[in-house]
């Protein structure tokens, strides 16, 4: 008996030793995503979806857009490229009843796909993917909720012995509307996202522990950054959050139509076309400015951030080195921001893609530099940004609002003086007018007038238009338009200098450092 005695000793004190060192094993979530690192899309394949037909097959949802099911092959060349995660979006409405039930044959193709990345020690995000999108079944919110919980408790149950390298995402880019504001509903979003957790937490296995990545607002960047977004309620403290990343929009999703000429009421005609080209200060300023946002609203209190859909459309003629610089201040930056990671939306299949960079079924990137500047980000062998970050009280733009005016937007900082610069073609003596709008307090337009006594000329020829606000209210934005004598004046740029000075990036030298990487 006494020799039982001190078996069953030996076992308790064994086991309590195991799990102290488990415990200590269970990495935090801002240890996985550093982890996770880059992070690849196997877009186009099990989440397509038709808005035309019912999908009968899981061949035909895989292979809608032209790709095949992922082999272990396959995986383990996207891996060598350096990324370190596969996210897995995944459509479901196809293969489960109006109860949420999954049939046993999807969930089996399912299953063979994470088991294979799984097994190359990748990270696998799987989610709830285009379920949600335009008008499926998920849209309707709150009338399909327990459908919503069902689903996931299924997932939940299939997957629950995996480890900690499967992480869960609970929906993607779907559209709650609130009829009663006539804008998004939040409401929905939180509710589902918090019976997504506890759906979860609550089932078996490793699911206490795993890490949770909760969809932010239609994943838009600013929804999701603002005060009507909340996290939900976790007991295990496990999550993250997601949303896309595509901007600015008119470069990286807009869609190529043929420049025209447009006449404007003065008379004076424009070439009009889209934005093909992207890398001046303004681009890099809005980047930098919209990870110090995503950084102030959920990483400096404890919630990483994926970006789940990063990316450039690439069969819209944008300028190549563009799409090059990008992806390498993008992908860079996100290693930079403890907390941050980013996913490469890859189509693959040029017939049916919009987002195309590595034909993973042929194993061929059509761009040689982009993949490579994968592989040597990987490494950390990466010219980075943080080493160039600036303090500065200076904010320049030359994109222009519309044909003739620049505007500059701006959270209520203290504006000492507005510097216009302009080519003139006519002689001084002509008068023009040059207004500047700006904000008070209360919401109204304020304008400031100059004209040639404003104007000094500079060494290059251009002249210089120097306006002193430091005794006006100025808020929101500074936009700066010419009105009279337009025949005459053309602006290149516009310059706020603040009364504080904020994080920027030394533009010229960090865009000379990485010339090599995007050429």
Known sequence: MKTLSVILSIILFVSLILDYLYGLAKKKSFEIIREMGMGYNIANTFDSFSLFTDLESPDEQIELNGNIAPTQ?????????????????????????????????????????????????????????????NSNWLIRGMEVKDKYINLWSQIAKEFENYNEYLIFESMDEVYFFDYDTFDFDYTTLINLNQAFVDTIRKSGGNNKERLLIIAGANADLIWTCSSYYKIPV??????????????????????????????NELGLTYLYGPKLIWGNYMDYYQMLEDFELIKKSFVDKGIPVILNKVGVLTEEKKEIKSIREYLYVLFTLSLDYDGIMSCLWDTSNKTFGDMNFYDRTNDIWYDEQLKNN??????????????????TTFKTTDIFLSFDSLSISFENKKVLKIFINARITG???????????????????????????NAKKQYDGTYLIEIDVSKRECY???????????????????????EESFLSIDHKSYKNAISDYIS
């Open 374 to 391: 994968f592989i040597q980000i990987s490494k950390g062998k990466y010219i980075k940004p943080k080493d160039y970050y600036i303090n």
């Open 427 to 453: 002689a001084l003596f002509v008068d023009f007018d040059l207004v500047v709008y700006t904000n008070n307090k209360y919401g109204y337009d304020s304008k400031i007038k100059c004209g040639k006594d």
């Open 476 to 498: 929101d934005y500074i936009e700066a338009t010419v009105m009279n004598g337009i025949k005459y004046i053309t602006l290149n740029n516009l310059t706020i200098e603040f």
């Open 73 to 133: 092959d396959m995986i383990k060349k996207i891996k060598k490229y350096g990324f370190k995660t596969i996210r897995f979006p995944v459509t479901w409405m196809y293969f489960i009843d109006d109860e949420g039930n999954i049939k046993s044959e999807w969930m089996s193709r399912v299953k063979k796909v994470i088991d294979i990345i799984i097994n190359e020690k990748l990270y696998c995000i799987l989610n709830v993917h285009n379920d949600g999108y």
């Open 234 to 263: 976790d007991q295990s403290n496990k999550l993250a959050v997601s949303f896309h990343y595509l901007l600015p929009l008119d470069f990286v999703s807009d869609t190529y139509y043929e420049p025209y000429n447009y006449t």
